[in-house]
């Protein structure tokens, strides 16, 4: 039976407590806070603040990575512009890329995943706290390699997706290549840890009652995704890896070498089967966003939970088969080519039943027009153009006049900023409210989506026919007959737009931060756990740890559902439930803030950095890295696992699971 | 903490904006403001040319003009002008005579032994003026900006040229290590050419 | 800037090369524009495809609009949440999902039958009495070399072909050194040249006219002005080119002309270039036996016109950034000689 949850805004953040309750929130504040000062800032290794570092992070380099393109659009607006030349133009498109799709995208997406899934599932953090700080500072010394090469003039040159030969020994001279591949090698770490967090966390730490089948959306999207990317990361890692040892003095190798029975065509197959999971692994959590923002504005569960599920699952696998469409251009052999047409037309029916699923949910429920639920509209208006033109790029022979043209360009914007963008802004809106306490200004954002949503077509819809009409791609000029000016032109007024709308976004933020309407726990009326608590929520997420006993547990569970009580006050401790059936296993001890995740961090980059000048770097490095991981792992007394089946139990609540409005 | 995040990263970029001028090993210096007109003056020290008889001819001379000699270090430490110095080995046929730097015809290249200087101006002049015992004049058929490049790249060949900045493997048949992975060496000045040596 | 843009915007009808647009360009460069089978094909299908496409959309935006319309919910909502959905609502639901499910599978085989079928003609072309044609791709220039049974028939060309029209070309690609694409998107999709993997496509040119190609791989600096032209002429006209591009090359008249020649032979042209009938025989640069048979120059980024022709040779730094031909300082006297002399060879 369904309890009332449209509460009015609170008129303060703080959560009412009783006595007792006080008494827990207060030591366990003590036990889980980051410890003070500088030293507590560093070791940070509550899923929160990190989540919260990936996100800003990650949207600093989409601000920056927007800049370069902007600059890109300045030298395209007019035939035979001379404002950027050809080797600085090389450097734009390149650092645009490479930041927009490793160092944006993926840990974007993965930060979103850090704050949410823990809270989602109801537990206390994710399971290795210390892995997650120091994946964070790999990804910082990816931004920083990356950001303080381009403005050194040692930013990569040779394109995102860096083919051999042109980004070999021979035709590449100097480091840039060599610090793009290392660029490469620690965004891969940092995601990698991440991913490991994930499934982990998903899989061991889920609130007793929340099955397989009652695990959230958000939460599916966000293991599928974990899963790809181990999958598929190592593939990106080992072919950059190899281009670095075939540039590296002392080393050497003929990997993409012809001449010694190397092969460019190896690099970009284990480019591809990189860089095609890639994409899915930016898509599929926001279709997690979708998911989530539909049925909550929607008012109804989600049609077809199974369905759902399983069309990410379909569209992970198949995203491993179908890389080669990339390659449609090469001379690879026909019959081949044929078969991942094929099986990138099939990847369409996953993802057109996901569609269907949610529009189905829409029909069957009561929307509710809200910002989030708007900027999922405009999802569904931008991606499907993106979907289609991706449909006639599966097919080999249409590919075969449009790869490698502003078609292209414009098919991958629509579907990584209609089918991802569109619905990371709409997750903004959403759960800015968890994270701060207080709304996004509903009149900014209005305008903010319109900006965006007009900015976005103006820019993108016109490389549509530029494409058809034989502009390439990564040229940093063109002729003026060639009958591609307007069009280019009116790219660059829509880029204009575009900046202008992320620009509306960021005041919208500064200034809601500090005045926007308070939010209470759960403004939205949602039903996942994440709303179960205070926005934002406490350093422990949950007072006591919930049980649940459907998918929606604040719309269909009763207000007696239990919650777990009698885990530790005084140390670090969380809940490990079964994968299957989630029932309660252990108690596992949680690690704190360690100065050695910092060491390894500063080691491991400044080794990876070095690698980019000298081989030695990695004989050197090495050892290091392993004398400060013995000392991370050495065995001390506090991480002896405490088992004592008779403290843990669960209770009738005392408290509802949120608190009472004041 | 979110807002502290923003203004570290802000600081490091104006940070290293500051340092933008300081990396000329990854300079492109297309040379896209014309050259002087006029032709350098040199002495042409023998009579192999390529390609036949120049139109500047024999102008004698004891010093080159002061505009074309850039600074060598310019060059030395930019990785994209050694790069074009190693394509334009093998395109204007250096490799004919001095192999891939072992040498046959001509001496070695690879080694410290410099007969007529391991400088860069020095070098610079050896290609320009030619040398007795076969090496050509190729003064007035390669432009000076490209016996720059080619002058650089022969002092990678000898080892003289920073590991950074000197290329790597060709994408061809296995030679020998390539010229970032040569040692670094001390150059010889003072040896004689085996021809010139008298005959016992 | 601003200002700048808008004035060239205001200007984009005309160019200053001091050619009008006819002369420049014939036809437009594009994929909705097939002058021969294949590309016809490949625009076929795309139709078919485009429009399929086109009512899909329609479709999916129709009903996330009328759902937001019809489903909106209205009054200000205080009450509870829906419960459980009825269940012969969400029975029909599943029903239409179904359906829908089907339907985009159905039409995926059929755009997978299409793509196929296109697959197979294009790759059926008959290569009965082919011209042949083996392209190889430079930083940042295209040598075409047309192949014949008898070797003295064989010639070297650079960056602009004629072919006779109704006649297949087989063309075989190479590439010494980066990745390019060979591109003429009237004609034929693009088939990438890759080291180590020579590859070969025939097309047919169907009208008469003049097709840009370009180069459609990212190869370095110059990938944006790495052009070419064909030239789809009857057979009579093919063959009359083809006989004036195996003569040797025109030798010079008048004095001008021979100094010319000199100064070619004796600066640094000669190291690069070769001119059939001369001395010069390097291999770096293109051929520039017929070169005032062209109507552009440097990879089709310049009409072949004396002043461009001029600016060329002495910077072409200035024109295109990073390409392999250095800048020659060569004094008055001699580059007008030296234009002369290049004017003769067609």
């Known amino acids: ?662 | ?200 | 800037m601003i200002a700048a843009a808008t004035a060239r915007w205001a200007t984009l009808a005309d160019n200053d090369f001091g050619v009008t647009s006819g002369e420049w360009v014939r036809g437009t460069k594009s994929v909705l524009d097939p002058a021969g089978p294949q590309s016809g094909r490949i625009h076929q299908l795309f139709l078919d495809y485009f429009w399929l496409s086109v009512v899909v959309y329609v479709l999916v935006v129709l009903f996330v609009i009328f759902a937001v319309i019809l489903r909106r919910r209205r009054a200000r909502w205080t009450g509870p949440i829906l419960a459980e959905p009825a269940p012969s609502r969400e029975k029909l639901r599943g029903w239409l999902v179904g359906l829908a499910t089907l339907a985009t599978t159905i039409a995926l085989f059929f755009l997978l039958a299409g793509d196929h079928a296109a697959g197979r003609a294009i790759r059926s072309l008959s290569t009965d009495n082919a011209l042949k044609i083996r392209v190889t791709g430079h930083q940042w220039w295209w040598e075409f070399r047309f192949e014949d049974e008898a070797p003295s028939k064989i010639f070297t060309t650079a960056n602009e072909i004629h072919i006779p029209v109704g006649r297949t070309i087989e063309v075989e690609l190479h590439s010494p050194d980066v990745i390019h694409s060979f591109w003429v998107p009237n004609l034929h999709g693009k088939r990438d040249m890759i080291p180590g993997h020579p590859t070969r496509i025939a097309f047919r040119a169907d009208k008469a006219s003049e097709y840009w190609g370009q180069c459609a791989e990212f190869c370095g600096y110059e990938h944006a002005k790495m052009r070419f032209r064909v030239v789809a002429e009857p057979e009579e006209k093919f063959n009359a080119w083809k006989a004036a591009q195996l003569q040797s090359s025109v030798q010079p008249a008048t004095d001008s002309q021979k100094k010319g020649q000199y100064v070619f032979l004796h600066t640094t042209c000669v190291m690069c270039h070769t001119i059939q009938g001369t001395t010069a025989g390097a291999m770096m640069g293109p051929d520039l036996t017929h070169l005032a048979s062209r109507k552009t120059i440097a990879a089709g980024s310049l009409p072949n016109k004396r002043g461009h022709l001029a600016g060329w040779i002495s910077n072409p730094q200035t024109i295109k950034p990073g390409v392999r031909m250095p800048a020659n300082s060569l004094p008055p006297d001699q580059l007008q000689a030296l234009l002369d002399y290049l004017e003769i060879l067609k």
């Open chain 1, 1 to 662: 039976m369904p309890y009332p949850l449209d509460v009015p805004a609170a008129e303060s953040s703080d959560p009412v407590w009783s006595e007792a309750n006080l008494r827990e929130h207060i030591l366990l504040e003590q036990t889980w806070r980051r410890p003070p000062g500088i030293y507590g800032w560093l070791t940070a290794t509550n899923h929160k603040d990190i989540g919260l570092r990936f996100i800003v992070t990650a949207f600093i380099v989409f601000l920056m990575a927007g800049v370069l393109a902007f600059i890109m659009r300045l030298q395209l607006a007019v035939p035979e512009n001379t404002l950027v030349g050809p080797d600085l133009y090389n450097e734009l498109f390149t650092v645009h890329g490479t930041a927009m799709m490793f160092l944006f995208a993926v840990p974007v997406m993965e930060g979103m995943g850090l704050y949410l899934v823990p809270l989602m599932v109801g537990t206390r953090n994710v399971s290795f706290p210390r892995l997650l700080n120091y994946s964070y500072y790999i990804y910082l010394g990816s931004v920083l390699l990356l950001f303080v090469g381009f403005f050194l003039n040692v930013g990569p040159d040779v394109g995102w997706f860096a083919y051999t030969p042109l980004s070999g020994p021979e035709y590449s001279s100097g480091k840039r290549v060599d610090l793009w591949s290392q660029v490469v090698t620690l965004a891969e770490i940092s995601s990698l840890a991440g991913a490991v967090e994930i499934v982990t966390t998903v899989f061991k730490q889920r609130a007793p009652g929340m099955s397989l089948n009652r695990i959230p959306l958000f939460v599916w999207s966000q293991l599928v995704t974990a899963f790809m990317i181990i999958f598929a990361m190592p593939a990106v890692m080992l072919c950059s890896n190899m281009l670095s040892t075939d540039r590296l003095a002392h080393i050497n190798t003929q990997f993409y070498n012809p001449a010694e029975g190397g092969d460019p065509l190896l690099w970009q197959h284990l480019f591809w089967f990189f860089a095609h999971p890639e994409v899915y692994i930016i898509f599929i959590p926001a279709t997690g966003f979708i998911s989530t923002i539909v049925e909550t504005f929607a008012g109804r569960r989600a049609f077809g939970y199974t369905l759902l599920v399983l069309s990410m699952v379909a569209t992970s696998f198949i995203g491993f088969g179908v890389w080669v469409h990339h390659m449609f251009a090469t001379p690879l052999p026909q019959l081949g080519q044929g078969l991942f047409t094929a099986s990138s037309l099939m990847i369409t029916i996953p993802n057109g039943i996901q569609f269907f699923c949610w529009i189905a949910t829409m029909w069957g429920g009561r929307l509710k027009l809200t910002l989030p639920f708007a900027w999922v509209l405009s999802f569904f208006l931008i991606f499907t153009i993106g979907g289609l033109t991706g449909v006639m790029l599966a097919s080999m022979s249409i590919d075969q006049q449009v790869h490698d043209t502003y078609f292209v360009v414009a098919h991958l914007h629509y579907v990584l900023i209609g089918g991802a963008i569109f619905p990371l802004f709409g997750a903004f809106y959403y759960w800015f409210p968890k994270w701060t306490g207080r709304m996004l200004g509903a009149k900014l954002g209005w305008v903010n989506l319109a900006l965006m949503f007009i900015g976005f077509n103006l820019t993108f819809f016109p490389m549509h026919t530029l494409g058809l009409l034989g502009m390439p791609r990564r040229i940093y000029t063109y002729f003026r007959e060639s009958g591609w000016a307007e069009r280019n032109f009116a790219a660059t007024v829509g880029a204009g737009v575009l900046g202008l709308s992320v620009l509306m976004f960021l005041v919208n933020v500064l200034i809601s931060r500090r005045s926007g309407l308070l939010a209470g726990s759960n403004p939205w009326g949602a039903s996942t756990l994440e709303w179960a608590t205070s926005s934002p929520p406490p350093s422990y997420n949950f007072l006591h740890p919930p049980m649940v006993r459907s998918g929606h547990p604040l719309w269909f569970d009763p207000p007696d559902t239990p919650v777990v009580t009698g885990l530790a006050l005084e140390h670090r401790e969380v809940l490990v439930t079964t994968t299957h059936d989630a029932k309660p296993h252990h108690r596992y001890h949680m690690a704190s803030e360690a100065w050695e995740t910092v060491a390894l961090a500063v080691v491991t980059i400044v080794m990876i950095v070095s690698v980019v000048f000298h081989s030695l770097a990695i004989p050197v490095g090495l050892p290091l890295i392993l004398l400060v991981l013995a000392i991370w792992f050495w065995p001390t007394k506090e991480t002896k696992p405490l088992k004592d089946p008779n403290r843990l139990r669960t209770v009738p609540a005392t408290v509802p699971m949120i608190p009472d409005p004041a």
């Open chain 2, 1 to 200: 903490m979110a807002i502290k995040q923003r203004k570290l990263e802000l600081g490091v970029l104006v940070a290293s904006l500051a340092l933008v001028t300081s990396c000329k090993r990854e300079d492109r210096p297309f040379q896209t403001s014309a050259p002087s007109a006029e032709a350098i003056q040199f002495t042409r020290m023998t009579d192999f040319r390529a390609g036949g008889p120049s139109i500047s001819g024999n102008q004698p001379s004891p010093a080159m003009s002061a505009d074309e000699t850039p600074e060598e270090k310019e060059f030395e430490e930019n990785a994209y002008m050694v790069g074009e110095g190693k394509r334009l080995f093998s395109a204007f046929n250096c490799v004919g005579c001095h192999a891939h730097g072992g040498g046959g015809m001509g001496p070695a290249l690879i080694d410290d032994q410099w007969i007529y200087g391991h400088e860069p101006a020095q070098i610079f002049c050896t290609i320009i003026e030619g040398r007795p015992n076969g090496m050509p004049s190729f003064g007035g058929k390669i432009p000076s900006f490209q016996v720059w490049q080619l002058a650089s790249y022969v002092r990678s060949l000898g080892g003289l040229v920073p590991g950074d900045a000197a290329p790597g493997r060709d994408d061809d048949m296995h030679g020998g290590p390539p010229e970032n992975s040569a040692p670094n060496q001390k150059p010889n000045d003072s040896s004689l050419p085996k021809s010139a040596e008298m005959p016992k």
